[in-house]
């Protein structure tokens, strides 16, 4: 018995093995446009879709397949008597099989081209055949994704059709694909900082080995509508990354990139930076940071916002290094690199680009703008001044803290951020472990900087107990008055940005 199999796709690749495989299954091939063409120069047999429809394409081919005896034939039941005769009397032929992939319109939503010409990018006739095949998986199979074909045609092979099961998992992915084409689209056209429904279009890149630990599954997934440093990096050596090392990753290169200016290097452990440094070579910035803590640094994760030559690539194989990230290498610099085989080297290639974080929670999800935010309008609030160095050694400082988790105190020399305090459920004790480490490694004048407001004097007083030589705050405390009076006591000069950086 003949069955009809409807061909329309952008993406090409083994189409032509397979439609083979149709005809020598009996299946009539309907086809559109450039798919036709391409499936008769391969000596196939197609018929055009306007010999279906009697209608011609028009509109630009706007207009083809959007007909009833296309999606009359698709989803008509077949086990429905008043179906079969309504198809009958308006002679409509029955489609068993749709292979469609959409025009590529996540391929070109971020290209730099005119509104107009992404537009033409927006497919209409391809997901209404999807949606009409895939709502009518009883009888129709639906193939949108060329890694399909070997499953379908075994398949057809073995049982003369393809199973419900598989043709209720192939619908599956129908609106699974849809959906995200249709929110890629929308985030274009609306372009709303919170629309009434929240979108996401996301294509997962692979499956990884688990997640946070050994007994969670987790997969990597990247936008389709917008560009950044995570999504279309380059690996040039080491094993696979895992959900950890892409966290690290993410954060390590968002620390180096508030450093557009200078060469900076960071580290992480642990979704925290562990060393800060900015410095005038690429070996005398990775030395720096290593040396605000050797320790920490051990299985840690290291970006560059600078090229790597064979000198920085031979200090950082002294060291156990997970990642190693950076905007380029040196040929010799990969070659020394590589002799470590697990070490992942990384080519980070596009600019840091969100616009939006997401915060899961058990049933909901928080939405917010990143912080990307940095108040250089600093205000004196202390009877002492900073001099220029302190001022700039504050700057560096505030830059890291913004990256370290709540209560977060960050404790620098202006070059090197030698403490780092975070994630403690009061301010001081993260000063007093900032502090305390910052000590261990540096003799000279530090300086602090915190994320958020002094609620008491202690801070500062513990500071002028330690030789802190300055300190740069928020403020907005009810308390702020007292900070400032110990400040005074203690001749510490205090800014003030009026810029909270909590990260929970």
């Not at 642990?270 to 050797?294: M, Q, R």
């Not at 002094?454 to 513990?462: H, S």
């Amino acid at each position: 018995m003949k069955k009809r199999a409807l061909i329309s796709v952008s993406n090409k690749s083994n189409l032509i093995d397979f439609a083979k495989f149709l005809e020598s299954k009996n299946y009539e091939l309907i086809s559109t446009g450039g798919t036709f063409k391409h499936l008769k120069e391969a000596g196939l047999n197609p018929i055009q879709i306007d010999e279906v429809t009697n209608f011609p394409e028009m509109l630009d081919g706007r207009v083809k397949t959007l007909h009833p005896k296309v999606h009359g034939g698709l989803l008509a039941v077949r086990d429905n008597e008043e179906h079969m005769k309504t198809v009958q009397e308006h002679g409509i032929e029955l489609i068993d099989m749709v292979i469609v992939n959409l025009y590529p319109f996540f391929e070109n939503v971020n290209k730099e081209i005119s509104l107009e010409e992404k537009v033409e990018f927006i497919d209409i006739g391809g997901p209404s055949m999807l949606r009409s095949a895939a709502k009518n998986f009883a009888s129709v199979t639906v193939v949108t994704d060329v890694e399909d074909y070997a499953k379908v045609q075994q398949e057809i092979s073995e049982n003369g059709d393809t199973t419900i099961e598989t043709r209720k998992k192939l619908a599956g992915k129908v609106f699974n694909l849809t959906s995200a084409y249709d929110a890629a689209i929308s985030q274009m056209l609306l372009n709303e900082e919170y629309p009434e429904y929240l979108q996401a279009s996301y294509q997962k890149v692979s499956d990884l080995r688990y997640g946070e630990n050994p007994h969670q599954s987790a997969a990597y997934y990247v936008s389709t509508t917008e560009n950044g440093a995570m999504k279309d990096f380059e690996i040039l050596g080491g094993k696979e990354l895992s959900f950890n090392n892409l966290r690290d990753m993410d954060l390590c290169w968002k620390v180096v990139n508030e450093f557009k200016d200078e060469m900076a290097c960071c580290a992480v452990k642990h979704s925290t930076p562990c060393g800060v440094a900015i410095g005038n070579s690429a070996l005398e910035t990775y030395t720096k940071t290593f040396e605000c803590d050797p320790i920490s640094i051990f299985g840690g994760i290291i970006g560059m916002n600078y090229k790597v030559d064979a000198a920085t690539a031979e200090e950082l194989n002294k060291t156990f290094l997970e990642i190693v990230m950076a905007t380029d290498f040196d040929e010799e610099a990969l070659e020394i690199l590589r002799k470590k085989k697990n070490l992942r080297i990384i080519k980070v290639k596009n600019p840091v680009s969100d616009k939006k974080t997401w915060v899961k929670i058990d049933g909901g999800i928080l939405v917010q703008d990143v912080d990307d935010q940095f108040s250089t309008d600093f205000k004196v609030v202390t009877e002492i001044q900073p001099t220029e160095q302190q001022e700039k050694a504050l700057l560096f400082a505030q830059r890291v803290v913004k990256y370290v988790k709540s209560n977060a105190i960050v404790v620098s020399n202006g070059i090197q951020a030698f403490g780092i305090g975070g994630g403690q459920v009061n301010r001081i004790w993260a000063t007093e472990q900032a502090i305390s480490r910052a000590k261990e490694k540096f003799s000279g004048d530090l300086v602090l900087a915190s994320d958020a407001f002094f609620p008491f004097r202690d801070v500062v007083d513990f500071c002028a107990k330690e030789g802190i030589t300055a300190i740069v705050q928020p403020g907005g405390s009810v308390k702020d008055e007292d900070s400032i009076a110990a400040a005074n006591e203690h001749k510490i000069p205090m800014m003030f940005t009026g810029m909270r950086h909590f990260l929970h």
